[in-house]
Nanobody
Framework: QVQLVESGGGLVQAGGSLRLSCAAS????????MGWFRQPPGKVREFVAA????????YIKNSVNGRFTISRDNAKNTAYLQMNSLKPEDTAVYYC???????????????WGQGTQVTVSS
């Protein structure tokens, strides 16, 4: 079992930045892909970004590419999502997730955090 806890969400004005963190605990010895997903109000959850354990492969949603950056520190069992130039349409609950095989398909992710709210005001 892996437990994931997100932090760093909040209220920010359009154009601002936030950095989300996802701390993993439990069985962290496996080389999990770490992903970020989000669920905007009234919409289905969608993929945002993912990074493999080695860091060699990164997947990122087109609409956030160039504004969001995913990173990870395996020594700290923590993944990050740096979000810059935030827009009101980025408002959502953001979830981190872990998978042994995952990419952009949430069905491939086995473990999920509880989510953190990000609200971008115009």
């Amino acid at each position: 079992q892996v437990q994931l806890v997100e932090s760093g969400g909040g209220l920010v004005q359009a154009g601002g930045s936030l950095r989300l963190s996802c701390a993993a605990s439990g069985r962290t010895d496996n080389r999990y892909v770490m992903g970020w997903f989000r669920q905007p109000p009234g919409k289905v959850r969608e993929f945002v970004a993912a990074k493999t354990w080695s860091g060699r492969s990164t997947y990122i949603k087109n609409s956030v590419n160039g504004r969001f950056t995913i990173s990870r520190d395996n020594a700290k069992n923590t993944a990050y999502l740096q979000m810059n130039s935030l827009k009101p349409e980025d408002t959502a609950v953001y979830y981190c997730a872990a998978s042994l095989t995952g990419s952009d398909d949430e069905g491939e992710y086995d473990y999920w955090g509880q989510g953190t709210q990000v609200t971008v005001s115009s």
